[in-house]
């Protein structure tokens, strides 16, 4: 998770260096705050609202209890509900009725 932050921050410092490559102002907070961006116009449990992320399209949630991650971070992918998972995994997908699978 150390590395994951790691990286997102260099992310983030590189894409304010080069201008015109900035992120929106909003998904900017969300992300200094550790926040997700999903697709949702309200966040699923354990997340908490907190504000919008690319000028106002989607939904900023905070984690509450810091100890549920994204389906990315625990090495799964998102797929539509349409696709079969050999194995499921849990982990948080940023659209309502996706799935993670580590394997499809």
């Given at each position: 998770m150390k590395l994951f932050s790691?990286?997102?921050?260099?992310?983030l410092f590189l894409l304010q260096a080069v201008p015109g490559l900035g992120l929106p102002?909003?998904?900017?907070?969300?992300?200094?705050?550790?926040?997700?961006?999903?697709?949702l116009k309200s966040c699923p449990e354990p997340f908490a609202a907190f504000g919008t992320c690319y000028r106002r399209r989607r939904t900023c949630c905070v984690d509450t209890t810091s100890n549920?991650?994204?389906c990315q971070d625990e090495g799964g992918h998102c797929v539509p509900p349409e696709i079969r998972?050999?194995?499921?995994?849990?982990?948080?997908?940023?659209?309502?009725g996706w799935k993670c699978c580590t394997e499809v």
């Amino acid at each position: 998770m150390k590395l994951f932050s790691c990286l997102m921050a260099l992310l983030l410092f590189l894409l304010q260096a080069v201008p015109g490559l900035g992120l929106p102002r909003d998904t900017l907070h969300c992300l200094e705050h550790h926040g997700y961006c999903f697709h949702l116009k309200s966040c699923p449990e354990p997340f908490a609202a907190f504000g919008t992320c690319y000028r106002r399209r989607r939904t900023c949630c905070v984690d509450t209890t810091s100890n549920f991650h994204t389906c990315q971070d625990e090495g799964g992918h998102c797929v539509p509900p349409e696709i079969r998972c050999l194995q499921e995994q849990e982990g948080l997908c940023p659209r309502r009725g996706w799935k993670c699978c580590t394997e499809v």
